[in-house]
């Protein structure tokens, strides 16, 4: 992919580097796997991620059909894209998708020396109370793999919607300087001299 140069480059590597960080510990927490992704990996590179999509955004902004909101250039885009690349995006979505289709039990788990136990809300008399409901060991981890898929899965997803910003950024710099170097392509008649 010859368009990606320079800063391009390195953002569109970062985006996927941290996408693949998260998609990893979205898939330590699957449920044949069942391992605890640490929150000193998946919660810093959230924050990292975050950083990266709203640089994305940033950089987009010089591309028209997403300022303009038309779903064919997009859609265009997509196919025009290299085999490769559009098969590395199809895998992150799909692993995304099973990931947070994976975490519909996700809630909110405590655990203390009175045990395991999540919280739900129940309708009071003065409006709704957090009632606590204890779990075993076994629901815990559950419920707490649920959660962190969520919390990596979403972050991923903004990972990859940051690299496809890039990318469509960078296609648009390449296809500018390509237009600057040749005055047929500018769209403004040639001066004789």
Known sequence: MDVLRGSHRVHFVAAWVLCAVELLCLAATAPPLRWAAPAWLWAPTLGAIVLVFGTALVRSWSVRFLRRGSGFGLLRYLW????????????????????????????EVRNDESGHYWTKREPGSHGQKLVPVRIDANEYARRRGAEIRIFTGVPAAFAVIGSFLVLTAAQTAHGAADAADD???????????
Do not use: H, K, Q
Request: glycine letters at 10%; aromatic letters at 2%.
């Open 80 to 107: 025009l894209l290299p085999r490769g690349v559009r098969l590395c995006y199809a895998v992150a979505v799909c692993l995304i998708a099973i990931g947070l289709a994976t975490a519909g039990d996700a809630a």
């Open 183 to 193: 005055p047929r392509e500018s769209g403004r008649p040639r001066r004789r001299r």
